[in-house]
């Protein structure tokens, strides 16, 4: 039976400055137009959402590929997921410094390994091997974000408290998530979803954070949905916040409710904040963040829709 697709794409729970409005709802519209033209013309799922999450990585308006945060050291480091619902193959890459577009290498783990995680310069090299070009980190580090970093450690050196949505240090400051993702429902009605962040601003190097696990940042599954989350995450972490909400679809949830239940509940257990895109087989979806702004978009066959706030 043929379904009628759907393109959801996220790219970022936070504050969102007024100036940044347009930039953002911009990069998810046109993330929605390169993932949609894929499905549109019989493509697959798992295309429609490494085409989108690409243009988001070459957006430097998010957190993810050129323009992500930088660690303590001045550095961009990368972390990405893919995953094939309809086959539960995953790929995901972590701590890699040397590539344009982590998602794409997280697909090669997907299609061309046997392991489903790489990290660093095994992953980096694991790339190259397949055919993805290694760069300077230099390319993807923007001035913004130098001025960012010396910002933040200034901040830090002279003791000032970063102010979180939950009121209970310490945590993340609330200006820190433009991570990226998308989720897909292709015509053969399979499922997949990604995500990929450039981390959080001032982090050490070496940490990974949500969007890359699976079951956290990620997961998609033909049997219940498939998730991306964006946000604080070590919260979302310790709650596998992203297989929590496929599964409550599989119980007989629906991805409209499930969603924002998803973010009270991470907000309830550990004060984390952060935002969610959550699509089902038989295309029903939900969106909900508890951050003032989450850049998001959607497209269906009535064409696509954009905001930062729902």
Request: some cysteine; overall charge negative.
């Amino acid at each position: 039976m043929t379904r009628s697709p759907v393109l959801l794409v996220h790219g970022g729970a936070w504050d969102i400055p007024a100036d940044l409005l347009d930039a953002h709802e911009q990069g998810v519209f046109d993330a929605l137009q390169e993932g949609w033209k894929l499905l549109e013309s019989g493509g697959t799922a798992l295309d429609a959402v490494q085409a989108a999450v690409t243009v988001l990585e070459d957006d430097p308006a998010f957190d993810a590929g050129r323009g992500s945060f930088l660690t303590r050291d001045s550095r961009v480091q990368l972390d990405a997921l893919i995953m094939d619902g309809a086959t539960l193959r995953a790929g995901g890459v972590a701590c890699v410094e040397r590539l344009r577009n982590p998602i794409q290498a997280a697909r090669l783990v997907l299609d061309e390994s046997s392991h489903v995680y790489f990290v660093g310069q095994g992953a980096e090299e694991f790339a190259q091997a397949h055919g993805l070009p290694l760069i300077d980190n230099a390319e993807l580090v923007l001035d913004r974000e130098r001025r960012r970093l010396a910002e933040a450690q200034a901040r830090e050196n002279a003791g000032t408290p970063d102010n979180t949505f939950s009121g209970r240090p310490p945590a993340e400051p609330p200006d820190s998530h433009d991570t990226v993702g998308a989720v897909a429902l292709d015509q053969h009605g399979r499922l997949a979803a990604a995500t990929s962040t450039g981390g959080t601003l001032n982090k050490d190097p070496g940490r990974v954070g949500d969007s890359s696990l699976i079951g956290c940042g990620c997961y998609a599954d033909n049997a219940s949905a498939a998730v991306s989350l964006t946000g604080w995450g070590e919260p979302i972490m310790k709650l596998v916040l992203g297989k929590w909400s496929t599964d409550r679809v599989l119980g007989g949830g629906s991805p409209e409710q499930v969603a924002p239940d998803a973010m009270a509940y991470l907000f309830r257990r550990l004060g984390g904040h952060g935002g969610i895109i959550l699509l089902s087989p038989d295309g029903r979806y939900g969106m909900a963040h508890n951050t003032p702004r989450m850049a998001w978009g959607v497209h269906t066959a009535d064409g696509p829709r954009t905001g930062t706030k729902l």
